[in-house]
T-cell receptor
Framework: TQLLEQSPQFLSIQEGENLTVYCNSSSVFSSLQWYRQEPGEGPVLLVTVVTGGEVKKLKRLTFQFGDARKDSSLHITAAQPGDTGLYLC??????????FGPGTRLSVLP | GAVVSQHPSRVICKSGTSVKIECRSLDFQATTMFWYRQFPKQSLMLMATSNEGSKATYEQGVEKDKFLINHASLTLSTLTVTSAHPEDSSFYICSGRQGGYQETQYFGPGTRLLVL
């Protein structure tokens, strides 16, 4: 069983601050995804990374896949209240379904 | 991206009754659908995986006779919570995937179940 850990579990910051959240595992993944989920809604896919060392940017969000494909980070620049939500990472290996991490709950205060 | 809908969005029922939740892929054919439950402030817990036309595969600890899953077509899967109890109250989310493991899952908006 592939287990994913996410840190921090909770994060509360002021608008305009930068932050980084992490997704770690002892297993190697063929691909890893990040989702954001707002209260009362389903998760929305933000990005998929498949290559070790890969960096993808989505506006103020920067995603990085570790060289060994065991970990990933999500960095948000100048956070806004609209970034508030539960950030989930999910990893999978070849021929397997995605497994979700426990999530990081982010609160950005105006 | 592809769209998945769920119905109802919220349901309240009495203990002992059964509740059916529908999950539809609106603009793609979901060969595989997944059902998750999520307790407050927690992550998604996979309940079962279903492929169209075949029996669902349930995760360890999920009672298949209590959570009945039917994936009768490429655009519809249903989850029936039988003889619901208050501890079944949760947020149930489905997702659909077109194609193999490498394909993206698209999530529905979730159904909040409250059992009184």
């Amino acid at each position: 069983t592939q287990l994913l850990e996410q840190s921090p579990q909770f994060l509360s910051i002021q608008e305009g601050e930068n932050l980084t959240v992490y997704c770690n595992s002892s297993s190697v993944f063929s691909s890893l995804q990040w989702y954001r989920q707002e209260p009362g809604e389903g998760p929305v896919l933000l990005v998929t990374v498949v290559t070790g060392g890969e960096v993808k940017k989505l506006k103020r969000l920067t995603f990085q896949f570790g060289d060994a494909r065991k970990d990933s980070s999500l960095h948000i620049t100048a956070a806004q209240p609209g970034d508030t939500g539960l950030y989930l990472c999910a990893g999978r290996n070849y021929g397997q379904n995605f497994v979700f991490g426990p999530g990081t709950r982010l609160s950005v205060l105006p | 991206g592809a769209v998945v809908s769920q119905h109802p969005s919220r349901v309240i029922c009495k203990s002992g009754t059964s509740v059916k939740i529908e999950c539809r892929s609106l603009d793609f054919q979901a060969t595989t659908m997944f059902w998750y439950r999520q307790f407050p402030k927690q992550s998604l817990m996979l309940m079962a995986t279903s492929n169209e036309g075949s029996k669902a595969t349930y995760e360890q600890g999920v009672e298949k006779d209590k959570f009945l899953i039917n994936h009768a077509s490429l655009t519809l899967s249903t989850l029936t919570v039988t003889s619901a109890h208050p501890e079944d109250s949760s947020f149930y989310i489905c997702s659909g995937r077109q194609g193999g493991y490498q394909e993206t899952q698209y999530f529905g908006p979730g159904t909040r179940l409250l059992v009184l």
